[in-house]
């Protein structure tokens, strides 16, 4: 058997599968063997043979090719590994795998500055529109095919982080997940920047404290920071100040392998400045900052690269950037605009005065926005001033003075994405004021209903320069250049939906673009704009992300560039409009808030535009003759603005949304998880706005988080969370039925007078049944329920066959919940005990959490497990202690339950029987000896306490607070006999008795002894 040795397969019936010899010894006729399986692996120890046995030992050959695999396989194994070590024989091996035309500038700037680099520090500070996304983007790809990064950070301005992640998707095939305040609130007990191996994330998110403390601790093998700028410290004497973004550059510089800047604004003129940017990349390098300039001038800084447009060109030499031609239109105002102007300045000026008295820079601010709103547009001031009006009225009806709270970082609020800083700035448009009193917020808004009212006449006048001027301006561009496409550039969205609104009316086809559009809507918005409409009516957004044909970029106060002002863009006409007042072929700049003009709106010298007095009316329009009733209906649905509808929606969905069960608390249209508010008491049914439709993966990812922060100490109770979400098909037919209301509204409030009496009596009922129409369709609409299934995770439940007319959402999810046998408005004891079983005692409270916190239990009211409480203890079927006391068997007091304990039948009636046997009567006690004199008299026992007070409608939560609650915790029973005198002047909403008050006193058990409505 010399053919028997280590490393030999042989088989035998010695092991049940062929074996691999590991030792092979030969003593005497024996031949000892240690062998393993040749498949299993399993050790079969040692093995004597005999000589007989031994040949019995079969050799097992090992097998040769077959070439029976697959071919397509190997072929994508021999691909795999060609891809992997392509870069080693191809140098521009990222071009050849990116969907980019490469520029040589950009072929130059990644393949013989920074890749050469062992250990990459760098600045690239290219001006605008040299494509440094593209260089970052091909630097990665790159550095990954050499097998040097894996972990990448990537750093960017809020409004641009869309761009970055729709470019380096589309065009490197990379993906990032992108870090908010959202996903780090929902990775509980887990560190994203540690978890993920390509991340991106604001500048402005990144840099507070309790977000760079998880990352301060993380490494990088490729951090790239854009607008690096940004990081800014600066230098005064001995001290350096350095800036929250700065404190962030130093923590990813300590923890980045390679780290790259980006830039077009590197130097901002501080030298100082710009050391300190260059000491995040090497801190050694420059000593100061004449150091760096003189590098600079040599041309021998290693860390900086900067190119300028005019040294831009093409591989055929042909410059990248053609000549802007920019023509600007000047137009004088009218006087009835420069009227409403200057009244528009007097109120901001007046405001801006007094809040730099007060040091209020908060509110100074909002007042500057509220003058550049009319530097957009008359409608874009008056929808403003409109919105400002009715918060304002709101404060002043709550009887208070909403004060700003902290300082706006105006550079911060530059760098948010256009919908955040809409919304930022809205809400410092519409709440802050320098009122200082309430009489001062009534006189304010007395004064933003005149201003409304003029702006009202303006538009119905139709004097608007600036919309007069546009008309005529494309007329003139459609007949020299019919086939052109056409850009329009504003600042304000109401701006956009009313330039948007007027160019349809005159026959142009309009694509819209703006900041609230998310990344897929933009995208459809420029192949729309590309492939069949004539204009673009832009925010800055245009700019941003979506990238539209002409593709430049304007710049905040700053008329955008014509076309051309990037790389790749293509070169159409741009139209740039601008608000200016010519008098003698000069322009005239409006005086700064809180500096008196030099002349008033007359042109009188010496006197303030605000004591101005006697200014001359507007004039009547003249009285139109006779039109059509469904003609007027079309031509107000023409000029409806979304956001009106968006409004008059959410008015009737928070009116339909009922309070039908006490059960339910409701949460309309939150735009965040994390704006449902926290009720550990109650069930809350969220109503989802339209946005998030059922079936997205937006809505999807919105319900799963609110579910998901349950429990974290935001929101304690997933099972207490109703969710209703709209169906896209329906709300379709909602956004529709609300158009035509409006348009009738509108119709009745400004043209009425020019009807004819019978379509006067048409539009009457047309109004009425759209009413009816809009409010009915609301339960059809919101008729997707999300409730938590526990470990099934989220149940989608679909209400449609609880739809109709006259429901409301509340009641519409309690039918479903009733149906089902998942809702139980009264609860026996004896089901209450099959829930929450008691083993040694239970406080009320966690029973009644219960409820709230466990899916599989049902919805039930307090009230209701209140009630089964002090039924089951008076009944005998559990117990209950409060402090030292034990209620079994009897009454319970109800004003002890929140601190009582709950605990079992046996447990109650041992401790009831010790009492009992404790307090056991003695023999009678001989009586008492009298009081001696001078003593003073025993106090009398006083059983029942009687109140009749008056109390004022504004101190009634004192009263019940100082009053009703000490005698509930320090009496067994408190009753009330409530005598309410309710009046208004004006009458009292019919609405508000009938489906609040009425329908609470029904679900109260309480007794009713008058109730009328005069």
Not at 804 to 809: E, I, Q, S
Request: include cysteine; proline fraction near 8%.
């Amino acid at each position: 058997m010399a053919a028997i040795r280590p490393g030999v397969c042989v088989s035998g019936p010695f092991w049940p599968e062929p074996v691999r010899i590991l030792q092979a010894e030969v003593r005497g006729e024996l031949l000892r063997l240690v062998a393993v399986g040749a498949k299993s692996q399993r050790y079969y120890g040692e093995c004597w043979l005999r000589p007989e046995e031994q040949e019995k030992l079969t050799p097992v050959l090992p097998a040769g090719p077959t070439f029976s695999g697959q071919a397509e396989a190997l072929f994508l194994g021999v691909e795999a590994h060609r891809i992997r070590l392509a870069h080693q024989f191809d140098p521009l091996h990222a071009l050849h795998v990116s969907l980019i035309d490469p520029l040589p500038h950009q072929i130059d700037a990644v393949y013989f500055h920074m890749l050469p680099q062992a250990r990459l520090r760098f600045l690239l500070a290219d001006d605008p529109g040299a494509g440094k996304t593209i260089m970052a983007g091909l630097l990665l790809k790159e550095l990954k095919y050499r097998g040097l990064v894996e972990r990448v950070l990537l750093v960017v301005p809020g409004h641009l982080r869309d761009q970055w992640l729709r470019e380096l998707r589309e065009k490197f095939g990379e993906s990032f997940l992108a870090v908010d305040r959202g996903l780090l609130r929902s990775a509980y007990g887990q560190n994203p920047w540690r978890e993920f191996p390509q991340v991106l994330t604001s500048m402005d998110f990144a840099k507070q404290d309790d977000v760079l403390q998880t990352l301060a601790d993380v490494e990088w093998d490729l951090v790239i920071v854009d607008e690096a700028h940004k990081l800014a410290a600066y230098r005064y004497g001995e001290q350096t100040k350095k800036t929250q973004r700065y404190r962030l550059g130093e923590a990813l510089a300590r923890n980045a392998r390679m780290l790259l800047f980006l830039t077009a604004t590197p130097h901002r003129g501080d030298p100082e400045n710009f050391r300190l940017l260059l000491a995040l990349l090497d801190p050694d390098l420059f000593a100061t900052a004449e150091v760096v300039e003189e590098a600079v001038r040599r041309g021998e800084n290693p860390l900086v690269l900067r190119r300028l447009k005019e040294d831009l060109k093409t591989i055929e030499g042909i410059p990248l950037f053609p000549p802007r031609r920019v023509h600007t239109v000047v137009f004088r105002l009218s006087p009835e605009e420069r009227e409403f102007y200057w009244a528009l300045t007097r109120y901001v000026r007046d405001a801006y005065n007094r809040a730099l008295d007060e040091d209020r820079r908060n509110v100074q601010f909002a007042l500057l926005l509220l003058q550049r709103r009319l530097a957009s547009s008359l409608y874009a001031a008056r929808k403003s001033l409109e919105r400002r009006r009715d918060r304002l009225q709101r404060l002043l009806e709550k009887g208070e003075l909403l004060r700003e709270r902290g300082e706006v970082d105006e550079e911060e609020l530059e760098d948010l994405p256009e919908a955040e800083r809409w919304e930022q700035e809205e809400e410092l448009l519409a709440k802050l004021t320098a009122a200082r009193t309430l009489e001062d917020l009534r006189a304010e808004i007395a004064t933003l209903d005149d201003l409304i009212r003029r702006g009202r006449e303006l538009e119905r006048a139709g004097v608007e320069t600036k919309v007069n001027e546009l008309r005529q301006l494309l007329a003139n561009l459609a007949q020299r250049h019919p086939n052109e496409k056409l850009v329009v550039f504003t600042e304000s969205r109401d701006t956009l939906e009313y330039l948007a609104a007027q160019l349809r009316r005159w026959g142009f086809s309009v694509t819209t673009l703006h900041g609230g559009m998310n990344l897929e809507e933009r995208i459809r918005a420029e192949a729309e704009f590309r492939e069949r409409t004539q204009i673009l009516v832009s925010t800055e957004a245009g700019g941003e992300g979506a990238r539209p044909p002409p593709g430049p970029k304007p710049a905040r106060g700053v008329p955008p560039a014509p076309a051309g002002g990037g790389v790749g863009h293509g070169h159409f006409p741009l139209l740039v409009l601008g608000c200016a007042e010519a008098r003698a072929g000069r322009q005239r700049r409006p005086p700064a808030p809180g500096r008196p003009h030099p002349r008033d709106p007359r042109g009188r010298r010496g006197r303030h535009p605000g004591k101005a007095r006697g200014l001359p009316p507007l004039p009547a329009p003249p009285r139109p003759p006779l039109l059509l009733l469904h003609r007027a209906i079309a031509e107000a649905e023409e000029v409806v603005e979304e956001a009106a509808i968006r409004e008059e929606i959410r008015k009737v969905v928070e009116k339909r949304v009922g309070t039908e069960s006490p059960i339910l608390e409701r949460e309309v249209w939150p735009s965040l998880p994390e704006k449902v508010a926290e009720r550990q008491d109650r069930h809350v049914l969220v109503v989802l706005a339209p946005e998030l439709p059922h079936g997205s993966e937006k809505t999807e990812e919105f319900v799963n988080t609110l579910f998901a922060q349950a429990g974290s100490g935001y929101r304690v109770f997933p099972g207490a969370l109703l969710v209703l979400a709209p169906d896209r098909e329906e709300f379709l037919a909602l956004r529709q039925r609300v158009r035509r209301l409006l348009a009738l509204r509108e119709v009745q409030r400004t043209r009425a007078s020019e009807l004819s009496e019978e379509d006067k009596e048409r539009l009457v009922k047309d109004l009425r049944y759209a009413e009816n129409d809009v409010v009915d369709l609301v339960p059809r609409v919101w008729r997707h329920l999300a409730l938590w299934g526990g470990a099934r995770g989220v149940e989608w439940i679909p209400l449609a066959p609880y739809a109709r007319a006259g429901l409301t959402l509340a009641s519409l999810v309690v039918e479903h919940l009733r149906s089902a046998n998942r809702l139980s408005e009264t609860l026996a004891p004896e089901v209450l005990l099959r829930y929450v079983p008691l083993q040694e005692g239970r406080a009320y409270r966690e029973v009644w959490e219960g409820f709230l916190r466990n899916p599989g239990m049902p919805i039930v009211a307090e009230r209701a497990v209140r009630e089964a409480v002090l039924k089951g203890v008076k009944a005998g079927l559990f117990g209950l202690r409060v402090d030292d006391k034990v209620y079994f068997g009897r009454e319970v007091p109800a004003a002890h339950l929140d601190e009582a304990e709950l605990i079992p039948a046996e447990l109650a009636a041992s401790l009831v029987g010790k009492r009992e046997e404790a307090i056991a009567k003695p023999p009678a006690p001989p009586p008492a000896p009298g009081p001696e004199k001078g003593s003073p008299p025993k106090p009398q026992i006083r059983r029942k306490y009687q109140l009749v007070v008056k109390v004022p409608s504004d101190r009634l939560s004192d009263f019940v607070r100082g009053v009703i609650l000490p005698l509930q915790r320090a009496t067994d029973e408190v009753e009330l006999e409530i005598h309410v005198r309710a009046k208004r002047e004006e009458g009292i909403p019919e609405d508000v008795v009938e489906h609040k008050v009425r329908e609470t006193l029904r679900q109260l058990p309480v007794e009713v002894r008058e109730d009328r409505l005069e």
